[in-house]
C-alpha cells in the first residue's frame, strides 16, 4: 500500500527557514512523481514544486522559484522541501503527492495525483 506521511510543518516568522519531510513506503520511487502542493481556505490545491526521482528532475511554481528546493533522499525514501525566505503569503496546509509517471511533462492540476499525505501546516507570522 502507497503511504506518505508529511513533517516538519509549524509557526515561523516572516524571513524563517523550515524543512518539510514527506517519508514514503510501498511503491517503486523510479516510477513515480512526486510533488509539494498547498492548499488554503477557499482554494484549491496548488501544486509548488515537483520531483522526478528518475532523472531528478524538478519544478517549481514561480512564487517559489529561488526560494524552495524540493530533493529526495533515496537510502531514506524521503522526498523534501526546503522552504527559505518564507513570507506571509506562504502560509497554508502542505499535502505531498505521487502519481506514476507517465509523462515527460508535470501536472498541475491536484485531480490527476492519485496519492496524498495527511497534510502539515505551515503557518508565517508577519
Known amino acids: 500500500q502507497v503511504s506518505l506521511v508529511e513533517s516538519g510543518g509549524g509557526l515561523v516568522q516572516a524571513g524563517d527557514s523550515l524543512r518539510l519531510s514527506c517519508a514514503t513506503s510501498?511503491?517503486?520511487?523510479?516510477?513515480?512523481?512526486m510533488g509539494w502542493f498547498r492548499q488554503t481556505p477557499g482554494k484549491g490545491r496548488e501544486l509548488v514544486a515537483a520531483f522526478k526521482w528518475s532523472n531528478r528532475g524538478t519544478y517549481y511554481t514561480d512564487s517559489a522559484k529561488g526560494r524552495f528546493t524540493i530533493s529526495g533522499d533515496d537510502t531514506k525514501k524521503t522526498l523534501y522541501l526546503q522552504m527559505t525566505g518564507l513570507k506571509a503569503e506562504d502560509t497554508a496546509a502542505y499535502y505531498c503527492a505521487a502519481l506514476k509517471t507517465v509523462t515527460t511533462w508535470v501536472n498541475p492540476d491536484s485531480h490527476a495525483w492519485g496519492h496524498w499525505g495527511q497534510g502539515t501546516q505551515v503557518t508565517v507570522s508577519s
Open positions: 510501498g511503491f517503486t520511487l523510479n516510477e513515480y512523481t
